[in-house]
């Protein structure tokens, strides 16, 4: 008897979008106290520590994608041809997405362009959630995948992410940018100032207009994470009973 592998690796890809919104809900909140305790070496440090398991989340999955790619692993016969580029196309940005993040985080570079190629993805998820849910296969019959609902939920919340990733990138950017005593409201025409070297003693006492801009991506991160894991625990026992 031949060999035949397992290719069925949707079990797989949900477990690493699980694990990539635990990690960025938990940095996210680790950098919010940094900055809250006034300390930009330490929310330097954070986001350079995260950088370690993003990245891996991100050549993981972007070598998952690829294979999703280029091998098309979801058979038509098997009703889930759809699945190809359903979640390969988003796979692939949310690895692109991964890598991106890594590498600004670890060499210390302005968040801003990560957080704007972040909305850019979410966006695109978006619109492949919404599809995905909304297209008739059949009549009667809505939704691209065998789990419309669970899918469509895990999109939105990935593309909600995404989208405030780039209010909040801004914020920490300034806040790197202009480090002091006191928070610095925010004007186009000021120039930052040099970075501080230790924290200020003394908590920070922020403007409504940083919750305003950063309390949301941390949010849809933590719904990200519980949608995957929901997701997660609704497919994985039909996966690893049906290999091919």
């Known amino acids: 008897m031949a060999f035949t592998p397992f290719v069925d690796d949707l079990g797989f890809i949900v477990a690493l979008i699980l694990a990539a919104a635990g990690v960025f809900t938990w940095v996210s909140v680790r950098a919010f106290l940094a900055i809250f305790r006034n ?5 330097r440090g ?3 520590t995260s950088a370690v398991p993003v990245g891996t989340i991100g050549v993981t999955s972007l070598l998952m994608g690829l294979y999703t790619e280029f091998t098309w692993p979801f058979l038509l016969s098997d009703g889930l041809g759809s699945y190809d580029i359903f979640f390969g196309d988003v796979l692939m940005i949310f690895a692109m997405v991964m890598i991106v993040y890594s590498v600004v985080a670890f060499f210390g570079l302005k968040l801003e362009y990560a957080g704007l190629f972040a909305l850019i993805g979410g966006t695109t998820t978006a619109w492949y959630g919404y599809w995905g849910y909304t297209t008739l296969v059949k009549p ?7 789990d419309p609902l669970e899918t469509f939920l895990l999109y939105l919340a990935f593309a909600a992410a995404g989208f405030f990733a780039l209010p909040a990138s801004l914020a920490v950017d300034w806040y790197l940018e202009h480090p002091g005593p006191t928070w610095t409201p925010f004007r186009f025409a000021l120039r930052p100032v040099a970075e501080m070297t230790a924290p200020v003693e003394g908590r920070f006492k922020l403007p409504i207009s940083f919750y305003l801009a950063t309390v949301w991506f941390p949010l849809f991160a933590f719904l990200a994470f519980v949608a995957a894991w929901f997701y997660m ?12």
């Open 39 to 43: 300390d930009p070496k330490a929310l």
């Open 46 to 48: 954070i986001l350079k």
């Open 140 to 146: 009667g019959v809505l939704g691209l995948t065998k």
């Open 233 to 244: 625990g609704s497919i994985l026992p039909g996966h690893l009973t049906s290999p091919p």
